[in-house]
């Protein structure tokens, strides 16, 4: 409970976090928690806050969570320290490498408008301590032509400026998110596991946000920030008091600034959590919509989404209420920094020490001063959004690759064999249930091997690691004399046919969710591919036939068409092993039937491994794997596992509807 964590253990601890997360506790009181979070930093958290995210189960009337004590032993001290990586902004401008002319150009365009800017003090000057106390009407229209000819240039280069932030800005978007997408695809399969959409959606919109404040907000500021040490310059030689007044008030402006900084770092990453799961929460209640229907589940969802943005609320309020604290602090500031200014400059000017042009003049450099400072706010939240999205995307770049590149063998052995050699797999580390024990099993090339079992005996994970979608946590799997770990997947998938469970419709036309991978789609193994797996009627009684648009997730199509749909794009592969997990249970008594006649005559002289239910899928195999609690309890052919009257017979009666 939180009181036993806050009186008697041992700190820091682990805790386990929102039920798929670790934090380590490192401070606890009766009202608050300080936590350390691997994806986020260190935080302070009321007690309400630390239980909602902790709390995993309920008894005897007590909030209850996991904690992991763990104690260092003389070892732990002795061993060196990892680095830690830090990894900055340094990879993501290597992207503006290639826009290095235009860069260029950006910069000269920032120091020609420095240096229009920094002509109007003189301008303005000029006509107030020449033009208007000599009345001299002539040079004053000379020097507003002047300046309109400035104002209109200096106008010019800010439209340049913008074209060229809109080109380099949208180009090294589009090849942030393009490497992230790579990266996504090379990551293993085991990373999606552990990832829900919203957070992936997150990270994407985290690109944009740093491309947001590398090309524009940086730059803008770089701009700024020139300006800023161009007029700091001017105002020096022209009144030295002044400049130590703007600098003083300035520091403490800053100061202020810098003093919240750190709440709002916690205050923002907890806001992208919390906006990663409202994103999540609705993706869920779309997807979802018809079962919370079926089940009268409105209300339940709908207060689910409200919890969220009640969460998202309160975040939102603190940190308007640090803001409003902060702006006003700095507010305060830099208005009695201007004040004390305006009463220097005004007394200078009453004592003669300075004229009104000047005075105008040093006006008009202190707002242009101010300027930068007042954009400071801004730009400090704007850089720690784009630190902290900085560090999310570095996480998924850290990641390792499905398989390292160049380190794979890309020629498949002639002898095709798959053999188990005592695998054994757990999904979740070394103290999770085990899924396969120790199996022992050879799958001869070109011959069809079934496997049944009853739910959660292993069958789907054992076609998993024959893909090497998993590695085996014991044990090896080989194809011939070469463990299958070795084999580049690229190569090993594209010579496998594959139906799972799970299948994946694609919003797109028929004729390229059966070809995919393929850009250019041969037709011939089209139509082959839709015969073997009896879709062609259905098809070509569609309007727009094989270019009919399918709905997203396969919307529109009953389950039935769905599995002959991935059936179809298994057979277009022409592939060399076939792998079905349970490819016909939504199909009708009739069309079973026709397709398992069509894929006989397909399966001829390919290695095939099925997992089904159904006896008539397993019936004409050449050999039968029986499955029970992750172990191989028998093999053989279908008469031959009737006769001994097993697990098999028993699994049959029960499961595949033969009779006794």
């Keep these: 409970t939180y009181d036993r964590l806050a009186r008697d253990i041992p700190l820091p601890c682990v805790a386990h ?109 000029a006509i107030v301590d020449k033009g208007i106390d000599t009345e001299d009407l002539g040079f004053i229209k000379i020097v507003l032509i002047a300046q309109l000819i400035l104002f209109i240039t200096q106008l010019a280069v800010e439209q340049f400026r913008s074209w060229i932030l809109l080109h380099v800005g949208v180009r090294v978007n589009i090849s942030l998110i393009s490497d992230f997408l790579i990266k996504l695809t090379r ?54 008091l002044v400049f130590l007044i703007f600098f003083g008030g300035t520091a403490l402006y800053l100061g202020w600034i810098f003093f919240f900084q750190r709440m709002r770092r916690e205050l923002d990453y907890k806001r992208f959590d919390q906006s990663s799961d409202n994103q999540s929460n609705m993706i869920e209640l779309i997807n979802g919509m018809q079962e919370i229907k079926l089940h009268n589940a409105e209300k339940q969802k709908r207060w689910a989404w409200e919890r969220i943005q009640a969460r998202l609320f309160r975040t939102a ?18 208005e009695t920094k201007n004040l004390l200014i305006i009463f220097v400059v005004a007394q200078a000017v009453v004592k003669g020490d300075m004229t009104l042009g000047m005075l105008l003049a040093v006006q008009y450099i202190v707002g242009q001063l101010n300027s930068p400072l007042g954009n400071l706010v801004d730009f ?119 139906v799972m469970q799970e299948g994946y419709i694609f919003h797109e036309s028929i ?92 399966f001829y002289g390919r290695t095939v491994v099925i997992v089904a239910h159904r006896l008539s899928t397993v019936m004409n195999a050449d050999n039968i794997v029986v499955l029970e609690g992750g172990e191989i309890v028998e093999q053989g052919t279908h008469d031959e596992l009737t006769y001994l009257r097993g697990a098999y017979y028993q699994l049959v009666r029960n499961q595949l509807e033969l009779g006794a």
């Design 380 to 498: 400090l939240r704007n850089m720690q959004e784009a630190k902290i999205s900085l560090e999310r995307m570095n996480e998924i770049h850290s990641k390792e690759d499905e398989q390292q590149a160049g380190e794979k063998i890309i020629l498949l052995p002639e002898s095709g064999d798959l053999i188990f050699e005592k695998v054994s797999f757990q999904y979740n580390g070394p103290h999770s249930p085990s899924v396969l024990k120790n199996v022992k099993l050879r799958i001869p090339k070109g011959q069809t091997t079934a496997i049944v079992g009853t739910s959660g005996s292993g069958k789907t994970t054992m076609l998993k690691l024959l893909l090497n979608i998993y590695q085996p946590t014991e044990g090896a799997i080989r194809l011939g004399d070469i463990n299958l770990s070795n084999i580049n997947n690229q190569l090993w998938r594209s010579k496998c046919g594959v």
């Design 187 to 240: 990551l293993p399969i085991k990373f999606f596991d552990s990832k829900i959409t919203g957070d992936l959606m997150q990270r994407i919109a985290d690109h944009e946000r740093v491309q947001r404040f590398l090309t524009s907000t940086s730059l803008v500021s770089i701009f700024t920030f020139v300006n800023f040490i161009a007029f700091s310059i001017v105002l020096f030689f022209w009144h030295k």
């Design 17 to 125: 976090w929102r039920q798929e997360h670790f934090v380590v506790v490192h401070k606890v009181n009766k009202n608050y928690a300080w936590i350390a979070d691997p994806a986020s930093g260190k935080f302070k958290l009321t007690r309400e806050e630390f239980l909602e995210n902790w709390i995993s189960d309920t008894e005897e009337g007590e909030d209850l969570g996991v904690l992991l004590l763990l104690e260092t032993t003389p070892e732990f001290f002795a061993r060196d320290g990892e680095s830690a990586d830090k990894s900055g902004f340094g990879y993501v401008f290597s992207y503006f490498k290639k826009y290095r002319p235009l860069i260029i150009q950006l910069i000269v365009g920032l120091l020609l408008g420095t240096l229009l800017q920094l002509t109007f003090p003189f301008l303005m000057k």
């Design 317 to 334: 309020i603190s940190s308007l209420r640090i803001g409003q604290l902060q702006r006003a602090g700095a507010s305060f500031f830099n």
């Design 511 to 602: 004729a390229k969710n059966i070809a995919l991978g393929d850009e250019i789609i041969d037709k011939k193994k089209l139509l082959k591919a839709v015969k073997v797996a009896n879709i062609q009627s259905f098809i070509e009684s569609l309007p727009l036939g094989y270019n009919t648009k399918i709905g997203q997730e396969g919307l529109g199509l009953s389950q039935g068409q769905k599995q002959r749909m991935l059936i179809a794009r298994a057979v277009y592969k022409n592939p060399e092993y076939i792998l079905f997990d349970e490819a016909t249970t939504a199909l009708d008594a009739y069309n079973e039937m026709v397709i398992m006649e069509n894929l006989e005559e397909f």
